[in-house]
């Protein structure tokens, strides 16, 4: 067991001792803590293999219901039983500790607002604490002395609202499925997955999903809102932690009682049409496929598959999706935005990090992208849009990667391995809904042993082959690796309609160049050096800044 689900719908909190000692759920979690901890060596093992789940519920309800003769017998224990007896007690809610712990709330069945929600998720963390430290006074015979406040709640809440979704026909059996009306996180907040990098992309397949493809009566929704769409993600309970990631990632939408249109839905944990990822397209609306496989345990998948989808919805209205970074830099009162095009690993989030170790004290730096954006061809200029709100980052490189402003408000995914992640909020939607002007538009290099930091370029038409190369050395980000080229650095969209994309690509082009915009290639060398490589690069920016 690494999840454990609670729903409050039936809970009348606060919760006394007693009552949690009674419920069923604190003995299937006491089973659940024997059976995973049975082929293990316990250093309390005599409390162990004495108790086991029935019995010790049992002597748990004696201590809380403050039983004479249980209490007699736990005073006349010596100090190393009682010290083995709380070493078993702390090897239990540790244990608790270590779970993904899920509490929920129906919000059709309780008129409350999403704060009063928050209450009661503080209020259920508040019971366990205090049904931990009565066990744990008792056997001790006295106060504690020093008093620590841990995370022994719920590691998120999730007050759950029917939604009113336009959904294609073959999936209208999804409307039964609630979505998430309001997340509640308590850091630090861990998920440990199957894979800890993402491997291939997604492409068309005419393979709808039926009634029998996904457990949709134990599963949750959420919907969230890019620039002007609405897209709707699905996830059976297993992927309960990337449900919760993606309130850190994308503005999640406010549910209404009218029936919404939605421009994409992803459904994560189908079973029985395919062991790959896919999308397919009905009634307008683009679906996209993650089945139940461990090799697609990871929240890269889930990402990147919205993010696929909406580019798809771009590409429809002639949108030139940009896989890269947008920064507004400013100082006084002049501002410019750059826009750095790269796949992942070219090193487009460290050179900016090093803009803000070199300059922070003279420039201020915002975020108009992380990740994914748009450019729009607008009266004969180019302006750009965002997509997410935060940002999935790489702890590997923290000291050169972002800086983690707000971390006591992320998610963070594998810790412990190569390649681990945090979920971090960075910018408002108003940020990424904006237009802003594309003062410069760059290539980002990870491999040419440069240190010009900046190279423009003089052809158009040479400009536009280098950036449809979309070459860079991989940096075991994904499963690629060596020098990699991929179609205009994006495989999220315009490689999947590479055709269509060629085809207005030249406009967007030809419309910087009028405007004068400068064009070139941002040497970040994070292949040849990951920790000093990109200053250079992100000199040449600073000194671009004051020269336009």
């Given at each position: 067991m690494s999840k454990f689900l609670i729903s409050l719908t039936d809970i009348d909190l606060p919760l006394s001792s007693q009552k949690i000692a009674n419920s069923d759920k604190f003995l299937k979690f006491l089973k659940s803590y024997f059976q995973e901890n049975e082929k293990d060596s316990q250093p309390n093992s005599e409390f162990f293999h004495f108790y086991k789940a029935d019995r010790?519920?049992?002597?748990?309800?004696?201590i809380v219901?403050?039983?004479?003769?249980?209490?007699?017998?736990?005073?006349?224990?010596?100090?190393?039983?009682?010290?083995?007896?709380?070493?078993?007690?702390?090897?239990?809610y540790d244990y608790w500790r270590s779970l993904e712990r899920y509490v929920f709330l129906d919000a059709d069945k309780n008129n409350i607002k999403n704060k009063d929600f928050l209450h009661l998720f503080q209020e259920f963390a508040s019971s366990i604490v205090s049904f931990y430290r009565e066990i744990y006074e008792t056997i001790i015979n006295q106060e504690q002395t020093v008093y620590r406040i841990l995370p022994s709640g719920g590691n998120a809440g999730i007050f759950l609202s029917k939604s009113h979704l336009s959904l294609p026909s073959s999936l209208s059996f999804l409307n039964e499925v609630k979505a998430m009306k309001c997340v509640v996180t308590h850091p630090p907040f861990i998920i440990r997955t199957k894979e800890n990098k993402r491997?291939?992309?997604?492409?068309?397949?005419?393979?709808k999903v039926h009634p029998d493809n996904?457990?949709?009566?134990?599963?949750?929704?959420?919907?969230?809102?890019?620039?002007?769409?609405?897209?709707?993600?699905?996830?059976?309970?297993?992927?309960?932690?990337?449900?919760?990631?993606?309130?850190?990632?994308?503005?999640?939408?406010?549910?209404?009682?009218?029936?919404?249109?939605?421009?994409?839905?992803?459904?994560?944990?189908?079973?029985?049409?395919?062991?790959?990822?896919?999308?397919?397209k009905e009634d307008g609306i683009y679906v996209g496929v993650l089945p139940k496989e461990s090799h697609i345990d990871y929240f890269?998948?889930?990402?990147?598959?919205?993010?696929?989808?909406?580019?798809?919805?771009?590409?429809?209205?002639?949108?030139?999706?940009?896989?890269?970074?947008?920064?507004?830099?400013?100082?006084?009162?002049?501002?410019?935005?750059?826009?750095?095009?790269?796949d992942s690993g070219a090193g487009k989030s460290e050179t900016i990090e090093a803009i803000r170790m070199l300059y922070n004290q003279d420039y201020q730096i915002d975020?108009?992208?992380?990740?994914?954006?748009?450019?729009?061809?607008?009266?004969?200029?180019?302006?750009a849009t965002g997509t997410e709100i935060g940002a999935f980052v790489r702890l590997d490189d923290?000291?050169?990667?972002?800086?983690?402003?707000?971390?006591?408000?992320?998610?963070?995914?594998?810790?412990?391995?190569?390649?681990?992640?945090?979920?971090?909020?960075?910018?408002?939607?108003?940020?990424t809904y904006t237009h802003h002007p594309v003062d410069v538009f760059l290539l980002a290099d990870n491999y040419t042993p440069s240190e010009d930091g900046i190279e423009f370029y003089d052809d158009l038409n040479i400009a536009m082959t280098d950036f449809i190369l979309g070459r860079r050395v991989a940096l075991n980000t994904t499963s690629e690796s060596g020098l990699v080229s991929t179609f205009f650095a994006n495989p999220f969209g315009p490689l999947q309609r590479k055709d269509e994309v060629k085809k207005y690509l030249p406009d967007y082009f030809?419309?910087?160049?009028?405007?004068?915009?400068?064009?070139?290639?941002?040497?970040?060398?994070?292949?040849?050096?990951?920790?000093?490589?990109?200053?250079?690069?992100a000199k040449a920016l600073i000194d671009l800044f004051e020269k336009i």
């Open positions: 010790l519920v049992d002597f748990i309800k004696r219901n403050k039983d004479p003769q249980t209490l007699e017998s736990i005073s006349n224990l010596s100090e190393q039983k009682k010290d083995d007896m709380i070493n078993f007690i702390d090897s239990i491997r291939g992309t997604f492409f068309y397949q005419d393979r996904f457990d949709y009566k134990n599963a949750y929704a959420v919907i969230i809102n890019i620039y002007d769409t609405r897209g709707v993600i699905y996830f059976t309970k297993e992927y309960l932690g990337f449900l919760v990631s993606l309130g850190n990632l994308f503005q999640l939408e406010t549910l209404t009682d009218n029936v919404e249109h939605i421009d994409f839905a992803v459904l994560f944990g189908t079973q029985g049409i395919e062991s790959d990822c896919y999308y397919y890269g998948y889930a990402k990147k598959m919205v993010l696929t989808l909406f580019n798809l919805v771009m590409i429809d209205r002639k949108l030139l999706p940009i896989h890269g970074a947008g920064i507004k830099i400013r100082r006084e009162n002049k501002h410019k935005n750059f826009f750095i095009l790269g975020t108009i992208f992380d990740d994914m954006g748009t450019f729009h061809l607008i009266d004969g200029k180019v302006y923290l000291d050169q990667g972002y800086s983690l402003r707000s971390a006591d408000r992320a998610v963070f995914l594998n810790i412990e391995q190569e390649n681990s992640r945090v979920v971090i909020p960075i910018e408002d939607f108003e940020m030809k419309a910087l160049n009028d405007n004068k915009v400068p064009i070139g290639k941002l040497y970040t060398r994070l292949s040849l050096d990951r920790k000093e490589g990109p200053y250079s690069g």
